[in-house]
């Protein structure tokens, strides 16, 4: 491979996905180093007045200052569009910075927002609290109710705002139906996809504009950094998105770019093994649980949907156990699993999101999106499933189940 050829898309946009993962936005130096290369730099030096007031005035391509460009992180987002099938990408110092950046560079005071009920609790908190600071009308409504959308559809709707699966319900939105009926009334779709990746999911493909990531989670998937993300029309970036992050400074950091670059090259191998060790995984779960949230069984209501859009369900599922008391002797029973609230990692991680994700809304928003005192996350990692059906055995057992 050239040293350019990474970032000419008239050629890697007809690699395949694997090779997009691994080869896709490298820009080698004239060192020609195999590893992408880690810029650790604030800023940049010229060699003469004229080159950097062209720069500036976007008339001449180069680094100006890396709250805007950093060689790195430029390689991390290219190759994440890539990979998307998107026209472009930014990258955000955090899963919550991508999420607050997409909604806040293209809302004002006077629109509305229409969201889905079941989210991570900082999206819940940007809908329930932060918009409506700013004169943002919002609405939530059940994600899996088709009709729910258009019911909410207001004169002054400017964005859809869901994730799917949702965090920690596992809810499925139905991406053709709901994008297509925002793209009718030329209302933008911002997509979370952090539980499927682009190696499971690609919104896209069904019509999302926007489609927006914590890169902490399966993109690192080793639990190592901070990141995010945001992708859509190069048109959106440049003219809706860049001007907020450039005079806000959401930026990533050039060491967590790097980092986050190595681990899409392992990502859909990961997320792929990750989905069928929770496959198997759930199915030893279920039938010792009163109820198990999880689209890779056929028990879940739309698990024919989310075969139809994903390639596979992802390494997350969530069981209710009835009460915080047994669902706390359950983690405190782990002898293998992390007690933790972090996903995506290829180590599994297991919390209780009402007093962890989603600890900062009401009981009452808790119970209206499903998150009960007794529910459990279960973030599946690579371990060997047969060490984790052993492990939550005996952690199921010392509840009484």
Not at 16 to 33: F, L, N, Y
Not at 38 to 50: E, H, I, M, R, V
Not at 257 to 262: R, S, T
Request: aromatic share 6%; with cysteine.
């Amino acid at each position: 491979m050239k040293k350019t050829t990474g970032t000419d898309r008239s050629i890697t946009s007809k690699w395949r996905p694997a090779t997009q993962a691994v080869r896709g936005g490298t820009w080698r130096s004239e060192h020609g180093e195999t590893s992408e290369a880690l810029f650790l730099t604030s800023g940049y030096t010229y060699d003469n007045a004229q080159t950097v007031a062209d720069r500036f005035a976007g008339e001449a391509e180069g680094m100006t200052y890396s709250r805007l460009q950093n060689p790195t992180v430029a390689m991390l987002e290219e190759r994440i569009a890539l990979m998307e099938g998107a026209e472009a990408c930014r990258a955000q110092a955090s899963g919550m910075a991508a999420m607050t950046t997409a909604l806040l560079c293209q809302l004002s005071a006077g629109d509305h927002i229409v969201g889905a009920r079941a989210a991570f609790g900082s999206c819940r908190w940007l809908l329930d609290h932060l918009l409506p600071r700013f004169g943002i009308e919002t609405s939530v409504v059940d994600s899996a109710d088709n009709d729910a959308w258009e019911a909410a559809i207001r004169p002054n709707t400017k964005v859809f705002f869901f994730e799917t699966p949702a965090n920690p319900t596992l809810d499925v939105v139905d991406l053709a139906h709901v994008c297509g009926l925002a793209k009718s009334r030329g209302i933008t779709t911002v997509v979370d996809n952090a539980f499927a990746t682009s190696a499971l999911q690609r919104p896209m493909d069904f019509g999302a504009d926007v489609v927006a990531y914590s890169a902490t989670k399966l993109m690192d998937g080793q639990g190592r950094v901070l990141a995010g993300a945001v992708c859509g029309s190069q048109e959106w970036i440049d003219e809706v998105l860049l001007p907020f992050q450039r005079n806000t400074g959401p930026n990533v950091a050039p060491f967590n770019a790097w980092v986050v670059l190595k681990g899409l090259e392992t990502l859909s191998m990961r997320a792929h093994k990750q989905s069928e060790n929770a496959v198997e995984l759930g199915k030893f779960v279920e039938g010792r649980v009163p109820r198990m949230l999880h689209p890779g069984l056929e028990s879940h209501p739309r698990h024919a949907l989310a075969l139809e859009q994903m390639s596979a369900t992802g390494p997350i599922f969530a069981f209710d156990v009835e009460s915080r008391e047994r669902a706390f002797a359950i983690l405190d029973a782990l002898e293998l699993v992390d007690i933790s609230n972090n996903i995506g990692d290829a180590r599994s991680l297991m919390c209780h999101p009402a007093s962890t994700t989603h600890a900062g809304m009401t009981a009452e928003d808790r119970e209206a999106m499903g998150v009960t005192e007794g529910l459990l996350r279960i973030n599946v990692g690579l371990e060997d499933v047969e060490d984790l059906r052993e492990d939550l055995d005996r952690a199921l057992g010392a509840a009484g189940l």
